[in-house]
Protein backbone atom coordinates (compact mmCIF):
# COMPACT_ATOMS: atom_id res chain seq x y z
CA UNK A 1 0.00 0.00 0.00
CA UNK A 2 1.11 3.24 -0.85
CA UNK A 3 -0.06 6.88 -0.56
CA UNK A 4 0.29 9.78 -2.97
CA UNK A 5 -0.72 13.35 -3.31
CA UNK A 6 -1.74 14.13 -7.03
CA UNK A 7 -1.98 18.73 -7.21
CA UNK A 8 -4.08 19.34 -9.93
CA UNK A 9 -2.48 22.61 -11.51
CA UNK A 10 -3.65 24.61 -14.00
CA UNK A 11 -7.40 24.11 -13.45
CA UNK A 12 -10.38 24.86 -10.79
CA UNK A 13 -11.12 21.57 -8.82
CA UNK A 14 -14.50 22.48 -8.65
CA UNK A 15 -15.30 21.54 -12.19
CA UNK A 16 -13.60 18.47 -12.14
CA UNK A 17 -15.04 17.56 -8.55
CA UNK A 18 -18.61 18.84 -10.01
CA UNK A 19 -21.27 20.32 -7.73
CA UNK A 20 -21.65 18.35 -4.03
CA UNK A 21 -18.80 16.26 -5.37
CA UNK A 22 -20.76 14.68 -7.89
CA UNK A 23 -18.26 14.34 -10.37
CA UNK A 24 -15.88 13.28 -7.53
CA UNK A 25 -18.25 10.33 -6.27
CA UNK A 26 -17.95 9.07 -9.88
CA UNK A 27 -14.32 8.67 -9.88
CA UNK A 28 -14.30 7.31 -6.54
CA UNK A 29 -16.94 4.72 -7.66
CA UNK A 30 -14.38 3.60 -10.78
CA UNK A 31 -11.88 2.58 -8.50
CA UNK A 32 -13.26 0.78 -5.57
CA UNK A 33 -9.85 -0.23 -4.32
CA UNK A 34 -8.80 2.77 -3.82
CA UNK A 35 -9.07 5.31 -0.94
CA UNK A 36 -9.13 9.07 -2.64
CA UNK A 37 -9.82 12.33 -0.39
CA UNK A 38 -10.04 15.46 -2.36
CA UNK A 39 -8.89 19.05 -0.64
CA UNK A 40 -8.68 21.93 -2.69
CA UNK A 41 -6.70 21.58 -5.93
CA UNK A 42 -5.23 18.28 -3.76
CA UNK A 43 -6.23 14.85 -4.58
CA UNK A 44 -4.52 12.03 -1.67
CA UNK A 45 -4.67 9.09 -2.76
CA UNK A 46 -3.98 5.59 -0.82
CA UNK A 47 -4.35 1.85 -2.22
CA UNK A 48 -2.09 -0.73 -4.58
CA UNK A 49 1.21 0.51 -6.53
CA UNK A 50 -0.17 -1.03 -10.23
CA UNK A 51 -3.85 0.79 -9.20
CA UNK A 52 -2.52 3.71 -8.35
CA UNK A 53 -0.31 4.35 -11.66
CA UNK A 54 -3.92 3.84 -13.59
CA UNK A 55 -5.46 6.62 -11.74
CA UNK A 56 -2.89 8.89 -11.66
CA UNK A 57 -2.84 8.69 -15.64
CA UNK A 58 -6.51 8.46 -15.49
CA UNK A 59 -6.41 11.87 -13.57
CA UNK A 60 -3.77 13.71 -15.51
CA UNK A 61 -6.29 12.88 -18.74
CA UNK A 62 -9.22 14.38 -16.96
CA UNK A 63 -7.44 17.38 -16.48
CA UNK A 64 -5.94 17.93 -19.59
CA UNK A 65 -10.12 17.63 -20.59
CA UNK A 66 -10.79 20.56 -18.32
CA UNK A 67 -7.80 23.03 -19.23
CA UNK A 68 -8.86 22.38 -23.14
CA UNK A 69 -12.88 22.85 -22.47
CA UNK A 70 -13.31 24.33 -19.51
CA UNK A 71 -15.72 21.31 -18.29
CA UNK A 72 -16.58 18.26 -17.99
CA UNK A 73 -19.48 15.97 -17.55
CA UNK A 74 -20.41 12.35 -16.90
CA UNK A 75 -20.01 11.20 -19.89
CA UNK A 76 -16.83 12.33 -20.81
CA UNK A 77 -15.20 10.51 -17.21
CA UNK A 78 -16.39 7.26 -17.54
CA UNK A 79 -15.29 7.21 -21.36
CA UNK A 80 -11.64 8.72 -20.41
CA UNK A 81 -11.36 6.30 -17.22
CA UNK A 82 -12.86 2.99 -18.64
CA UNK A 83 -12.15 3.59 -22.45
CA UNK A 84 -8.85 5.58 -22.02
CA UNK A 85 -9.65 8.13 -24.02
CA UNK A 86 -10.17 11.52 -23.78
CA UNK A 87 -13.08 12.88 -26.26
CA UNK A 88 -12.41 13.55 -29.66
CA UNK A 89 -12.19 17.11 -30.76
CA UNK A 90 -14.28 16.89 -34.27
CA UNK A 91 -14.30 21.29 -34.29
CA UNK A 92 -12.37 22.20 -36.52
CA UNK A 93 -10.00 25.86 -36.25
CA UNK A 94 -10.96 26.19 -32.33
CA UNK A 95 -8.77 28.61 -30.82
CA UNK A 96 -9.84 27.80 -27.41
CA UNK A 97 -13.35 26.90 -25.63
CA UNK A 98 -15.13 29.42 -23.25
CA UNK A 99 -15.90 28.75 -19.31
CA UNK A 100 -19.24 27.21 -21.21
CA UNK A 101 -17.74 24.73 -23.17
CA UNK A 102 -18.07 26.69 -26.38
CA UNK A 103 -15.60 26.70 -28.99
CA UNK A 104 -14.10 30.20 -30.06
CA UNK A 105 -12.94 30.16 -33.22
CA UNK A 106 -12.86 32.88 -36.39
CA UNK A 107 -16.23 34.12 -37.70
CA UNK A 108 -14.82 35.93 -40.80
CA UNK A 109 -11.75 35.60 -43.39
CA UNK A 110 -10.13 38.29 -41.91
CA UNK A 111 -10.40 36.77 -38.20
CA UNK A 112 -8.74 33.24 -39.69
CA UNK A 113 -6.01 36.22 -40.97
CA UNK A 114 -5.43 37.27 -37.46
CA UNK A 115 -4.92 34.13 -36.05
CA UNK A 116 -2.94 33.06 -38.86
CA UNK A 117 -0.79 36.01 -39.12
CA UNK A 118 0.09 35.36 -35.36
CA UNK A 119 1.44 32.20 -35.72
CA UNK A 120 3.20 33.40 -38.36
CA UNK A 121 5.06 36.56 -37.11
CA UNK A 122 5.94 37.70 -33.63
CA UNK A 123 4.38 40.97 -33.84
CA UNK A 124 0.54 41.83 -35.46
CA UNK A 125 -1.38 44.89 -35.73
CA UNK A 126 -5.19 44.25 -35.67
CA UNK A 127 -6.75 47.04 -37.48
CA UNK A 128 -10.92 47.66 -37.93
CA UNK A 129 -14.07 48.63 -36.68
CA UNK A 130 -16.31 48.18 -33.33
CA UNK A 131 -17.48 44.64 -33.18
CA UNK A 132 -14.65 42.80 -35.04
CA UNK A 133 -13.34 40.96 -32.70
CA UNK A 134 -9.99 41.84 -32.57
CA UNK A 135 -10.07 42.01 -28.93
CA UNK A 136 -11.83 38.53 -28.02
CA UNK A 137 -10.15 36.86 -30.68
CA UNK A 138 -6.16 38.33 -29.20
CA UNK A 139 -7.01 37.56 -26.22
CA UNK A 140 -8.33 34.11 -27.11
CA UNK A 141 -5.05 33.28 -28.60
CA UNK A 142 -3.08 34.63 -25.56
CA UNK A 143 -5.00 32.05 -23.12
CA UNK A 144 -4.52 29.48 -25.81
CA UNK A 145 -0.81 30.15 -25.72
CA UNK A 146 -0.85 30.26 -21.64
CA UNK A 147 -2.46 26.86 -21.74
CA UNK A 148 -0.26 25.25 -24.13
CA UNK A 149 2.59 26.70 -21.98
CA UNK A 150 4.03 28.52 -25.22
CA UNK A 151 3.96 31.59 -22.65
CA UNK A 152 4.38 32.14 -19.05
CA UNK A 153 2.30 34.90 -18.81
CA UNK A 154 -0.60 37.20 -20.60
CA UNK A 155 0.14 41.77 -20.22
CA UNK A 156 -2.87 43.47 -21.87
CA UNK A 157 -2.54 47.11 -21.50
CA UNK A 158 -4.84 50.21 -22.96
CA UNK A 159 -4.27 53.32 -22.47
CA UNK A 160 -6.03 55.75 -19.74
CA UNK A 161 -7.53 58.21 -22.47
CA UNK A 162 -10.64 59.80 -21.76
CA UNK A 163 -13.67 59.72 -24.32
CA UNK A 164 -15.07 63.13 -23.42
CA UNK A 165 -15.04 62.50 -19.34
CA UNK A 166 -12.70 63.83 -16.91
CA UNK A 167 -10.39 61.22 -15.44
CA UNK A 168 -10.00 62.56 -12.22
CA UNK A 169 -13.37 63.06 -11.33
CA UNK A 170 -13.82 59.35 -10.83
CA UNK A 171 -13.83 58.39 -7.04
CA UNK A 172 -11.41 55.83 -5.43
CA UNK A 173 -8.13 55.50 -5.57
CA UNK A 174 -5.75 55.27 -8.88
CA UNK A 175 -6.65 51.31 -9.24
CA UNK A 176 -10.08 52.29 -8.93
CA UNK A 177 -9.78 55.25 -11.68
CA UNK A 178 -7.98 52.93 -14.61
CA UNK A 179 -10.46 49.92 -13.91
CA UNK A 180 -13.28 51.04 -15.85
CA UNK A 181 -10.77 51.76 -18.85
CA UNK A 182 -9.56 47.59 -18.78
CA UNK A 183 -13.24 46.60 -18.12
CA UNK A 184 -13.09 44.91 -21.74
CA UNK A 185 -9.97 42.95 -21.02
CA UNK A 186 -11.75 41.99 -17.89
CA UNK A 187 -14.64 40.57 -19.94
CA UNK A 188 -13.04 38.74 -22.04
CA UNK A 189 -10.93 36.69 -19.59
CA UNK A 190 -13.71 36.14 -17.40
CA UNK A 191 -15.64 34.45 -20.76
CA UNK A 192 -12.72 32.42 -21.04
CA UNK A 193 -11.35 31.16 -17.99
CA UNK A 194 -13.32 29.54 -14.41
CA UNK A 195 -13.58 32.51 -11.89
CA UNK A 196 -11.30 31.04 -9.31
CA UNK A 197 -8.43 30.45 -11.56
CA UNK A 198 -8.74 33.68 -13.48
CA UNK A 199 -8.85 35.84 -9.98
CA UNK A 200 -5.39 32.95 -8.88
CA UNK A 201 -3.83 33.68 -12.03
CA UNK A 202 -4.10 37.72 -11.46
CA UNK A 203 -3.06 37.60 -7.99
CA UNK A 204 0.23 35.76 -8.77
CA UNK A 205 0.68 37.64 -11.98
CA UNK A 206 0.62 35.61 -14.91
CA UNK A 207 -2.03 37.56 -16.11
CA UNK A 208 -1.25 40.85 -15.65
CA UNK A 209 -3.66 44.39 -16.65
CA UNK A 210 -1.65 47.70 -16.89
CA UNK A 211 -2.39 51.22 -17.95
CA UNK A 212 -0.02 51.53 -20.79
CA UNK A 213 1.94 54.55 -18.53
CA UNK A 214 3.28 51.90 -16.59
CA UNK A 215 5.33 50.07 -19.38
CA UNK A 216 8.00 52.37 -19.48
CA UNK A 217 11.83 50.34 -18.64
CA UNK A 218 10.00 46.93 -18.89
CA UNK A 219 11.41 44.25 -20.74
CA UNK A 220 8.69 41.65 -21.37
CA UNK A 221 9.80 38.19 -22.03
CA UNK A 222 8.31 34.53 -22.27
CA UNK A 223 4.47 36.74 -22.90
CA UNK A 224 1.79 37.41 -25.07
CA UNK A 225 1.40 40.83 -25.06
CA UNK A 226 -1.47 42.80 -25.99
CA UNK A 227 -1.96 46.83 -26.33
CA UNK A 228 -5.35 47.51 -26.86
CA UNK A 229 -7.36 50.67 -28.28
CA UNK A 230 -4.05 51.62 -29.79
CA UNK A 231 -5.21 54.51 -31.74
CA UNK A 232 -5.56 56.79 -28.41
CA UNK A 233 -1.75 56.49 -28.34
CA UNK A 234 0.68 59.24 -28.97
CA UNK A 235 3.82 58.49 -31.55
CA UNK A 236 5.94 58.27 -28.22
CA UNK A 237 3.99 55.95 -26.58
CA UNK A 238 3.50 53.13 -28.68
CA UNK A 239 7.26 53.26 -30.00
CA UNK A 240 7.99 52.42 -25.91
CA UNK A 241 5.10 50.37 -25.93
CA UNK A 242 7.00 48.07 -29.39
CA UNK A 243 10.41 48.13 -28.38
CA UNK A 244 9.51 46.66 -24.44
CA UNK A 245 9.44 43.54 -26.44
CA UNK A 246 11.44 40.52 -25.13
CA UNK A 247 12.38 37.13 -26.08
CA UNK A 248 9.96 34.46 -26.65
CA UNK A 249 7.38 37.10 -26.85
CA UNK A 250 4.40 37.96 -29.47
CA UNK A 251 2.94 41.13 -29.61
CA UNK A 252 -0.75 42.03 -30.54
CA UNK A 253 -1.85 45.71 -31.23
CA UNK A 254 -5.67 46.38 -31.54
CA UNK A 255 -7.24 49.28 -32.38
CA UNK A 256 -9.96 51.05 -34.44
CA UNK A 257 -8.81 54.56 -36.64
CA UNK A 258 -12.36 55.70 -36.76
CA UNK A 259 -12.60 55.85 -32.77
CA UNK A 260 -9.35 58.67 -31.84
CA UNK A 261 -10.46 60.09 -28.73
CA UNK A 262 -6.83 62.11 -28.21
CA UNK A 263 -6.94 65.67 -28.20
CA UNK A 264 -7.82 67.54 -31.17
CA UNK A 265 -4.31 68.07 -33.17
CA UNK A 266 -2.73 64.99 -31.41
CA UNK A 267 -1.25 62.21 -34.42
CA UNK A 268 -2.56 59.04 -33.36
CA UNK A 269 0.85 56.55 -33.47
CA UNK A 270 -1.07 53.56 -34.77
CA UNK A 271 -1.13 54.95 -37.50
CA UNK A 272 2.11 56.21 -37.58
CA UNK A 273 3.11 52.71 -36.81
CA UNK A 274 1.18 50.96 -39.47
CA UNK A 275 2.75 53.37 -42.11
CA UNK A 276 6.30 53.35 -40.95
CA UNK A 277 6.05 49.28 -39.94
CA UNK A 278 4.21 47.91 -43.20
CA UNK A 279 7.52 46.18 -44.55
CA UNK A 280 9.18 45.63 -41.95
CA UNK A 281 9.84 41.65 -41.79
CA UNK A 282 8.22 39.71 -38.74
CA UNK A 283 5.71 42.13 -38.73
CA UNK A 284 1.76 41.60 -39.63
CA UNK A 285 -0.86 44.31 -40.71
CA UNK A 286 -4.52 43.12 -40.77
CA UNK A 287 -6.94 45.27 -41.81
CA UNK A 288 -10.64 44.12 -41.25
CA UNK A 289 -13.81 45.51 -42.17
CA UNK A 290 -17.68 46.12 -41.56
CA UNK A 291 -17.82 42.42 -43.06
CA UNK A 292 -15.83 41.07 -40.20
CA UNK A 293 -18.91 42.79 -37.24
CA UNK A 294 -19.75 40.01 -35.64
CA UNK A 295 -22.28 41.77 -32.91
CA UNK A 296 -25.44 42.71 -33.13
CA UNK A 297 -26.45 43.42 -37.06
CA UNK A 298 -27.20 46.93 -36.04
CA UNK A 299 -23.28 47.80 -35.21
CA UNK A 300 -23.08 46.95 -38.95
CA UNK A 301 -25.45 49.73 -40.15
CA UNK A 302 -24.12 52.47 -37.60
CA UNK A 303 -20.36 52.30 -39.19
CA UNK A 304 -21.65 51.91 -42.41
CA UNK A 305 -23.69 55.08 -42.01
CA UNK A 306 -20.54 57.17 -40.36
CA UNK A 307 -18.12 55.64 -42.75
CA UNK A 308 -20.21 56.82 -45.44
CA UNK A 309 -21.07 60.54 -43.04
CA UNK A 310 -17.13 60.79 -43.08
CA UNK A 311 -16.60 60.67 -46.49
CA UNK A 312 -19.36 62.73 -47.55
CA UNK A 313 -17.71 65.59 -45.03
CA UNK A 314 -13.84 64.48 -46.53
CA UNK A 315 -15.14 65.11 -50.11
CA UNK A 316 -17.45 68.47 -48.49
CA UNK A 317 -14.28 70.27 -47.46
CA UNK A 318 -11.60 69.01 -50.24
CA UNK A 319 -14.32 70.84 -52.76
CA UNK A 320 -14.36 74.08 -50.27
CA UNK A 321 -10.74 73.87 -49.98
CA UNK A 322 -10.54 73.32 -53.81
CA UNK A 323 -12.39 76.69 -54.00
CA UNK A 324 -10.87 78.60 -51.44
CA UNK A 325 -7.34 77.86 -53.82
CA UNK A 326 -9.14 78.94 -56.49
CA UNK A 327 -10.13 82.14 -55.53
CA UNK A 328 -7.49 83.50 -53.99
CA UNK A 329 -4.92 82.52 -57.18
CA UNK A 330 -7.87 84.34 -59.13
CA UNK A 331 -7.42 87.29 -56.80
CA UNK A 332 -3.33 87.04 -57.28
CA UNK A 333 -4.10 86.91 -60.86
CA UNK A 334 -6.33 89.90 -60.61
CA UNK A 335 -4.19 92.05 -58.78
CA UNK A 336 -1.27 91.36 -60.78
CA UNK A 337 -2.93 92.41 -64.09
CA UNK A 338 -3.91 95.82 -62.42
Known sequence: MIEKHIVLEDI?????YGAGNAYLQIIKALYPKLRIVARDNVVRV???EELMADFEESIEKLRKHVLKYNSINEEDIIDIIKGGKAKEDTTKGVVVYNISGKPIKSRSENQQRLID???KTDMVFAIGPAGTGKTYLSI????????????????LSRPAVEAGEKLGFLPGDMKDKIDPYLQPLYDALEDMLPAVKLQDMMEKRVIQIAPLAFMRGRTLSDAVVILDEAQNTTTAQIRMFLTRMGWNTK????GDLTQV?????TKSGLREAVTVLKDVEGISIVNMTDKDIVRHKLVTRIVKAFAEADNSFQQTSRQVTSRQVFSADKQTS???TS
Open 334 to 336: DKQ
Open 12 to 16: DPVVL
Open 46 to 48: LGD
Open 251 to 254: MIIT
Open 117 to 119: AYD
Open 261 to 265: DLPHG
Open 140 to 155: ALAVKALKEKRAKKII
